[in-house]
């Protein structure tokens, strides 16, 4: 399976997003999966592609040009495929990879989370989220579309898209498992 994830290039972030990001990674390569992320050597971004590159997993970097020319890259990446803008990199993560995870992250995780629930919620695809809710990161957004199903924005199928836990590892296994039940 390959695994998308969404996660953050901050180098601030509190020290247990990047030890989880690295715990993903390693779950990714131990499982026999293959890594899908955003390409970049900063943050919690390198740590998954560290832990996933750790235990043998492939590593696939979509990364805007403008970050590549920065030298923001992660170089030991199996595959590397340079886009044009952010629009493009949500695109083809989504086209690579069989299910998603999304870490505690910034704006471009919550645009990249937006658009995969959009994509699904419009037929384009059927593969599974999860996000890690690590020590409540995600509440508010969570507690958002409840708000959103209570208003009848979106149905309560739609809310069903998400499923939630508190443990990076525990992600990679539920989605084990959900491909286990599908397969």
């Known amino acids: 399976m390959q695994i998308c994830v969404y996660l953050s290039a901050s180098l601030e972030a509190p020290r247990p997003y990047f030890e989880t990001a690295r715990a993903v990674g390693r779950r990714i390569g131990t499982g026999g999966h293959g890594l899908v992320y955003g390409g970049g050597n900063i943050g919690t971004m390198e740590e998954v592609a560290r832990g996933a590159k750790e235990t043998g997993a492939s590593v696939v970097s979509v990364i805007p040009s403008f970050f590549h020319e920065d030298g923001l890259t992660f170089e030991e990446s199996d595959e590397l495929i340079i886009t044009r803008d952010m629009q493009e990199r949500r695109r083809i993560m989504i086209e690579r990879s069989d299910a998603a995870?999304?870490?505690?992250?910034?704006?471009?995780?919550?645009?990249?989370?937006?658009?995969?629930?959009?994509?699904?919620?419009?037929?384009?695809?059927?593969?599974?989220?999860?996000?890690?809710?690590?020590?409540?990161?995600?509440s508010g957004y969570l507690t958002q579309i409840e708000r959103m199903r209570e208003e009848r924005m979106i149905h309560d199928v739609h809310k069903d898209l998400i499923r939630v836990v508190e443990d990076g590892?525990?992600?990679?296994?539920?989605?084990?498992r959900l491909d286990g039940a599908e397969a």
């Open 101 to 138: 995870i999304a870490l505690p992250g910034g704006f471009g995780t919550l645009e990249e989370l937006a658009e995969f629930l959009t994509a699904h919620q419009l037929g384009f695809h059927e593969k599974p989220l999860v996000i890690v809710d690590l020590d409540g990161f995600w």
């Open 169 to 176: 590892v525990a992600a990679v296994e539920l989605l084990e």
